[in-house]
């Protein structure tokens, strides 16, 4: 088991472009959730999914961040139109998903965002 | 919605020293309590779950403190040492709500 992978480590862009950041979760773990890591705030929730589906998105930024998860293999993170304050660390994370709310989190080493 | 607030931000202690850590959170449904621990370079690692129903938890060289009625969980470190440096979060879900919040973090140094 190689853990929830996150591609790629680390990621520079130039203010305004685009940015797609990569999840493969832990196989057979149903829910798959999206973070925002910066010294300052910690972590900051950005959506959630179980079983694919999109759940909750709440924490997304609405104009230029999306998520998708075409599959239960992998889920996308997408910000266009990168600024300055997006840089920060994003993780991902899955667990089981047994319609209880005290399942661990399994996390990926992040992706790394800069933005310049 | 559910706030927590995590005590404090950066610890520093010699090693052999206690560290304690603590996270108040303002929920009064929340259940459900998490301690992680993030290496350098590393990804977050469950360090405890913790149920709403105990009080004292007791890990491998640690326990988690929970005082349901000032809403405060605590991670105590016992005579630390350099492999405990590392950065701590606390995490906190109520029963149905899958969206856990975490404390913002400590950053643990223990020196030798």
């Known amino acids: 088991n190689a853990g929830v992978i996150q591609t790629p480590r680390h990621k520079v862009t130039g203010k305004g472009q685009e940015a797609t950041l990569w999840c493969e979760p832990i196989?057979?773990?149903?829910?798959v959730f999206w973070y925002r890591q910066t010294i300052v705030q910690g972590l900051e929730f950005l959506t959630y999914?179980?079983?694919?589906?999109?759940?909750?998105d709440s924490g997304m930024p609405k104009e230029r961040f999306s998520a998708q998860m075409p599959n239960q293999s992998h889920s996308t993170l997408k910000i266009q139109s990168t600024q300055p304050q997006d840089s920060a660390v994003y993780l991902c994370?899955?667990?089981?998903?047994?319609?209880?709310?005290?399942?661990?989190?399994?996390f990926g080493h992040g992706t790394k965002l800069s933005v310049l | 919605g559910e706030q927590v607030e995590q005590r404090p931000p950066h610890l520093s202690v010699r090693e052999g020293d206690s560290a304690v850590i603590t996270c108040t959170y303002t929920d009064p449904n929340s259940y459900y309590f998490f301690w992680y621990k993030q290496e350098p370079g590393a990804s977050l690692q469950l360090l405890m779950k913790v149920f709403s129903s105990t009080e004292i938890n007791e890990g491998q060289g640690f326990t988690v403190l929970l005082n349901k009625k000032d809403k405060r969980l605590s991670l105590n470190l016992t005579a630390a040492h350099p492999g405990d440096s590392a950065a701590y979060f606390c995490?906190?879900?109520?029963?149905?709500?899958?969206?856990?919040?975490f404390g913002a973090g400590t950053r643990l140094k223990v020196i030798a």
């Open positions: 995490a906190v879900s109520a029963p149905g709500n899958y969206k856990y919040v």
């Open positions: 994370a899955s667990s089981l998903d047994r319609g209880i709310s005290n399942e661990r989190l399994f």
């Open positions: 196989s057979g773990h149903s829910a």
């Open positions: 999914f179980r079983n694919q589906a999109p759940i909750d």
